[in-house]
T-cell receptor, first 112, second 112 residues
Framework: GNSVTQMEGPVTLSEEAFLTINCTYTATGYPSLFWYVQYPGEGLQLLLKATKADDKGSNKGFEATYRKETTSFHLEKGSVQVSDSAVYFCALSRNQGGKLIFGQGTELSVKP | DTGVSQNPRHKITKRGQNVTFRCDPISEHNRLYWYRQTLGQGPEFLTYFQNEAQLEKSRLLSDRFSAERPKGSFSTLEIQRTEQGDSAMYLC??????????FGPGTRLTVT
């Protein structure tokens, strides 16, 4: 079936460090891929998305590239800030009704 | 645009009781989704509506769970004869067709 696997957290970084959160997926066909973020005390928010192979999604300094050959959609940011501390969820949609299939989430903590 | 709202935000109930949650989507959104999230996990899809029609239900949604969206606007999720395993955060999201899903803050259910 369709599934998403993320690297386990928590991930703790110092401010201005480079961030990578790994995400791999299993799906038939050509899913759309998403990163959602959940800040403390808030609801899930879409961070970025990519809908076809080799697409790069980007937002707020975060990037992720849809790699079909490695079935991956790793999240990266060149210089994290304390305000990036949150839980990050990778997700896919097979566009069958639009339902999302999420990974287990990765907690990021950025220290000043 | 006030976003997706959910009520109540927190619910504590005793095992065997029935509970009902409400979700008010963004007003022009025709799709409404319910997800369940347990601690340390990503959200899991439960069901979704397009307008008032319930188009898909997950196998996670046992016969104790029922969802409605009677006029294609707000939705309710009812759990009958609650069990301790039902304790979770229940998330609602809405979208316009297959566009971005906007999530509400969730209803946290604790079954004692």
């Amino acid at each position: 079936g369709n599934s998403v696997t993320q690297m386990e957290g928590p991930v703790t970084l110092s401010e201005e460090a480079f961030l990578t959160i790994n995400c791999t997926y299993t799906a038939t066909g050509y899913p759309s891929l998403f990163w959602y973020v959940q800040y403390p005390g808030e609801g899930l928010q879409l961070l970025l998305k990519a809908t076809k192979a080799d697409d790069k999604g980007s937002n707020k300094g975060f990037e992720a590239t849809y790699r079909k050959e490695t079935t991956s959609f790793h999240l990266e940011k060149g210089s994290v800030q304390v305000s990036d501390s949150a839980v990050y969820f990778c997700a896919l949609s097979r566009n069958q009704g639009g339902k999302l299939i999420f990974g287990q989430g990765t907690e990021l903590s950025v220290k000043p | 645009d006030t976003g997706v709202s959910q009520n109540p935000r927190h619910k504590i109930t005793k095992r065997g009781q029935n509970v009902t949650f409400r979700c008010d989507p963004i007003s022009e959104h025709n799709r409404l989704y319910w997800y369940r999230q347990t601690l340390g996990q990503g959200p899991e899809f439960l069901t979704y509506f397009q307008n008032e029609a319930q188009l898909e239900k997950s196998r996670l949604l046992s016969d104790r769970f029922s969802a409605e969206r009677p006029k294609g606007s707000f939705s309710t999720l009812e759990i009958q004869r609650t069990e301790q395993g039902d304790s979770a955060m229940y998330l609602c999201a809405s979208s316009l067709e297959m566009d971005e899903q906007y999530f509400g803050p969730g209803t946290r259910l604790t079954v004692t």
